[in-house]
C-alpha cells in the first residue's frame, strides 16, 4: 500500500512497516468540524492561502477523525504543505456512528481557529534587548520628562516600555512596527519607527508608550498591539543628510472609515491633494522660508541638545515651532536621503551636524494622515462607567463578569486549567433605556483599565443591516480579525438583532435572515474558540431575547455566557440618570434643582427620555435667562420649575401614539354616576384606595385583583367608569 510521506508521517507510519486494514461501513457525515493549525507557520501560510483551501479542500480530504493531523497542499504546484490538528467532528447522520470518524460533504462547515505567533515580552539589562509584541499606549509629556530624568531627547524619538529593570543612559535603540490587522492583514506593512527606549515603572510590563507623532507615523491605533525589535546602532548609516523634505500634517477629523479598516488603509481624497499642491505652488516664499527655519533650530535644539545620537527614520513626525506674528507648534513629516544610507532602511541617526552646506531643505505640500479614531473606533480615553447613572447592580454584575475574560492574570488561571470560553455578554433592553450607553462606556472601563488597556472596537449592526451578504462577511471578518489580532480586546455588536434578527411571523425566513444569522453565529464561535490565545469580550445588546435569531439564544450555541437586562430605571435610579446627564452634558450649568421631587413625575421614563426632558429643562431655563435678565454676565441656571414646564406636553417614547384621557378625567366625578353602587365601592376598593393609601396595602396580607372587564348593555354607564378611576 502506498501513502503519501507526509501523510504518513502524520499517523506515525514509517516506510516498510507492516499495517493492518480494516474496512468501515456506515461512517457519519460531519456536519461541523473544529481544526487549528499545527504551528504559527501554517497559520500564516494558511492565511495567505485561505481562498485556495476553501475551494481544494475537499478533493484532498474526505474522511477525519478527532486528534488526527492531516497534511494540506497549497499554490499551484501543490509545493507547499500545511499541517492542520483535527480538535472536534460533530454531526452525524447514520445509525450507529463511528466515534470520532466522519466523512465530509459539501455542506459540512470547517472552523479553523487561529494560532497567531506569539513573541515573548523580552527585556534584558546585559544584552539591552527588547523585543515581542506591545501595547501601545500614549506618552504625556510629563511621563515622558520623568523617565529621561536629566537626559535630553526629542519626544518623536523616545518610546517607553513598562519595566523597572535599568538600562544603559543612553537608552536602547529599537524599531516599531504595527501588528498587521483589519482588511489589509494579508499585506505586508513596512512603516516602522526607529525610537530610543527607557524603561518606566509605571506601565504594565506589556506597554510600550510614546507620543501621537509616532502614532501618527506607524498609522495605527491606541491600545493596538505593535512588535519591536532591538536595532544595532553600529549597523545605521546615513549620519550625513543630502536632503530634507518637509510637511505640515494635517489629521482629518472626518469620521466615515468603514467597519474593519485601519488607518494605514485609508488614503487622502485626490482633490483634497490636488488643491493641495495647488496652494503649495502659490505659497510665498516667506513662509517656507520659516519653516526651514523652525527645522534648522529643531535640529539644533532637539538633536544638538540630546545627550546621545537620535535614531529616526525618514517619514517620521517631529514637532515644530514656527515662529512669525504668533508663534505655533505644528506637526510635520520629515523625509530624508543620504547617498549613505541604503534606501531599503530609511534608518538614520542624527546629530547637530547631519545637515551641512550642501544639503538641499524643502517644503513639500500638506500630508493628510486619518485620525486615530473614527466610528467604529471611537475617542474612549476620557470616559468611564460613572457616566451610568443608576442601574448599580447590572453594571456591577457585567464589569465583574467582563474582568474575569480580560484581566491578564485571571485569563492566565483559566488558560493553566484549561477551562472553556464562558463566551460573551449580552445587554437586553427596551429601545432608549440606555444599552448602548452601558456596553460602550464597559468597553471605555477596560480601554482606560491599567490592567488590562483593553482594544476597543463598537459596531453598530444597524449600519451593516442593508449590505449585502458578501459585504457583510467582509465587514464582520475584518472586525473580528481587527479584535483578535490586538487581543485583548472588546468587540461591541449595537443592536445586533438588526443583522441576526429572529423570523418575523409565522412564515419561513429569508435566505438573508438565515445568512446573517448562521454568519454571525460562525465568527462569534471562531472568537469563543480562539479565547485562550487571544483573549476577545463580545458584547451585544439586543431589545429582547425573543428578538434575536434562535442559533444565537439556544443554550447549546449561543455564544453569550452572561446576560444583562435593562428594564425602565425605578425613581432612585431617574434621579441619578437625569443627575449624570446634567453633569456629562452641561457641567457649566449652575443648578438649583431638586431631582427628587421631579423623579416621581417621570414614571415609565427611560434614559432618552430622561435626556430629552433635560434638555428641554436647559431650553427653558435659557430662554428665561434671556427674557428675564439683561446683564450679560449672568449665567443660566435650570431650576425645578423649568423641569416642570418641560414636564407640560412632553410624552415619553413609551406612550407615544396612544390617547390619554387626563383631560377629561378632571371633568367627571363619581356624583356624575347614578346607582352602581356596588359596582362603584368595588371599584374604589380596588382601584382608588391603593393609589391613596400604598404604605397600608404594602403591610397588608391580602392579594390585590389585576384589573376590571367592564361588560354591560347598550346604554349604561361603562363608558364614564374608567374616567372616574382615572
Known amino acids: 500500500m502506498e501513502i503519501g510521506p507526509e501523510f504518513a508521517a502524520c499517523l506515525g507510519l514509517r516506510d516498510g512497516q507492516m499495517v493492518t486494514v480494516e474496512p468501515l461501513e456506515k461512517v457519519a457525515t460531519a456536519t461541523t468540524v473544529l481544526v487549528e493549525p499545527a504551528s504559527p507557520d501554517d497559520w500564516e501560510i494558511l492565511e495567505l492561502n485561505a481562498g485556495f483551501i476553501e475551494e481544494q479542500l475537499l478533493s484532498q480530504i474526505q474522511y477525519v477523525f478527532e486528534g488526527e493531523r492531516v497534511p494540506v497542499w497549497v499554490g499551484s504546484a501543490a509545493s507547499t504543505v500545511l499541517y492542520m490538528n483535527v480538535n472536534k467532528v460533530a454531526g452525524a447522520d447514520v445509525a450507529p456512528p463511528i466515534d470520532g470518524y466522519a466523512r465530509l460533504s459539501r455542506d459540512c462547515q470547517v472552523i479553523v481557529a487561529p494560532k497567531p505567533r506569539q513573541l515573548r515580552h523580552i527585556i534584558d539589562p546585559a544584552r539591552a534587548d527588547i523585543a515581542g509584541e506591545f501595547r501601545a499606549v500614549p506618552a504625556t509629556e510629563a511621563d515622558i520628562k520623568s523617565a529621561l530624568g536629566e537626559r535630553r531627547f526629542p519626544e518623536s524619538a523616545v518610546a517607553l516600555v513598562g519595566s523597572s529593570i535599568p538600562v544603559k543612559d543612553s537608552g536602547v535603540a529599537v524599531q516599531v512596527f504595527p501588528v498587521t490587522s483589519g482588511s489589509s492583514y494579508r499585506q505586508s506593512n513596512k512603516v516602522s519607527a526607529l525610537l530610543r527606549v527607557f524603561p518606566c515603572a509605571k506601565l504594565p510590563p506589556t506597554c510600550i508608550a510614546f507620543s501621537h507623532c509616532v502614532l501618527h507615523h506607524l498609522s ?111 506637526l510635520y513629516q520629515l523625509c530624508l536621503t543620504s547617498q549613505q544610507q541604503d534606501a531599503n532602511t530609511g534608518f538614520y541617526i542624527l546629530h547637530e551636524t547631519s545637515c551641512h552646506a550642501s544639503t538641499t531643505v524643502s517644503v513639500g505640500p500638506p500630508l493628510y494622515v486619518p485620525t486615530p479614531y473614527d ?21 456591577r454584575e457585567a464589569r465583574d463578569y467582563v474582568t474575569s475574560l480580560l484581566v491578564p492574570d485571571l485569563v492566565g488561571v483559566r488558560t493553566a486549567l484549561a477551562a472553556p470560553p464562558l463566551g460573551g455578554i449580552l445587554v437586553l433592553g427596551p429601545s432608549g433605556v440606555g444599552k448602548t450607553l452601558v456596553s460602550t462606556m464597559l468597553a471605555a472601563h477596560f480601554y482606560n483599565s491599567p490592567h488590562c488597556f483593553a482594544y476597543a472596537i463598537v459596531v453598530d449592526c444597524n449600519r451593516l443591516a442593508a449590505q449585502k451578504y458578501d459585504t457583510l462577511k467582509a465587514s464582520l471578518s475584518d472586525v473580528l480579525w481587527d479584535a483578535l489580532c490586538n487581543a485583548p480586546s472588546v468587540l461591541v455588536l449595537d443592536n445586533l438583532h438588526a443583522i441576526a434578527p429572529a423570523p418575523a411571523g409565522e412564515g419561513e425566513p429569508s435566505v438573508r435572515e438565515l445568512q446573517g444569522a448562521a454568519l454571525v453565529a460562525e465568527l462569534l464561535q471562531q472568537a469563543r474558540m480562539a479565547y485562550h490565545e487571544r483573549p476577545l469580550c463580545v458584547a451585544a445588546t439586543a431589545r429582547t431575547l425573543a428578538s434575536l435569531h434562535a442559533a444565537l439564544k439556544s443554550p447549546a450555541t449561543s455564544p453569550f455566557g452572561k446576560t444583562v437586562e435593562l428594564l425602565p430605571p425605578p425613581r432612585a435610579d431617574r434621579e441619578k440618570i437625569m443627575e449624570r446627564i446634567l453633569e456629562r452634558c452641561y457641567p457649566s450649568l449652575e443648578r438649583d434643582v431638586d431631582l427628587s421631587a421631579v423623579a416621581p413625575r417621570t414614571e415609565g421614563y427611560v434614559a432618552s427620555d430622561l435626556s430629552q426632558l433635560v434638555r428641554r429643562a436647559v431650553l427653558c431655563s435659557e430662554i428665561t435667562s434671556a427674557t428675564e435678565n439683561t446683564r450679560d454676565d449672568t449665567k443660566p441656571r435650570v431650576t425645578t420649575g423649568d423641569f416642570r414646564r418641560a414636564l407640560k406636553d412632553f410624552t415619553p417614547v413609551a406612550l407615544m401614539g396612544i390617547n390619554n384621557h387626563a383631560a377629561s378625567a378632571s371633568e367627571t366625578t363619581w356624583d356624575d354616576i347614578g346607582g352602581l353602587q356596588d359596582v362603584k365601592k368595588s371599584l374604589q376598593e380596588t382601584l382608588e384606595w391603593p393609589a391613596k393609601y400604598p404604605e397600608l396595602f404594602a403591610s397588608c396580607p391580602i392579594r390585590m385583583r389585576s384589573g376590571y372587564l367592564y361588560k354591560s348593555i347598550h346604554f349604561m354607564s361603562d363608558h364614564l367608569l374608567p374616567f372616574c378611576n382615572s
Not at 500634517?249 to 479598516?261: A, K, Y
Not at 473606533?377 to 460613572?386: A, E, T
Request: glycine share 6%; hydrophobic share 40%.
Open 220 to 330: 495605527c491605533r491606541w491600545h493596538s498591539l505593535v512588535n519591536v525589535r532591538t536595532v544595532d546602532e553600529s549597523e545605521i548609516a546615513g549620519t550625513t543628510i543630502d536632503s530634507a523634505l518637509l510637511r505640515e500634517v494635517v489629521v482629518q477629523e472626518e469620521q466615515t472609515t468603514q467597519p474593519g479598516t485601519s488607518p494605514a488603509a485609508s488614503t487622502s481624497a485626490p482633490a483634497a491633494a490636488a488643491a493641495a499642491d495647488s496652494q503649495q505652488q502659490q505659497q510665498p516664499d516667506a513662509a517656507n522660508e520659516k519653516v526651514i527655519v523652525a527645522f534648522q533650530n529643531w535640529l539644533k535644539d532637539a538633536v544638538g541638545g540630546a545627550t546621545a545620537p537620535v535614531p529616526f527614520s525618514s517619514g517620521g513626525m517631529i514637532h515644530m515651532r514656527i515662529e512669525g506674528d504668533a508663534a505655533v507648534t505644528k
Open 375 to 395: 466610528v467604529d473606533h471611537p475617542d474612549l480615553r476620557n470616559h468611564s462607567l460613572s457616566e451610568v447613572g443608576g442601574y448599580v447592580k447590572e453594571v
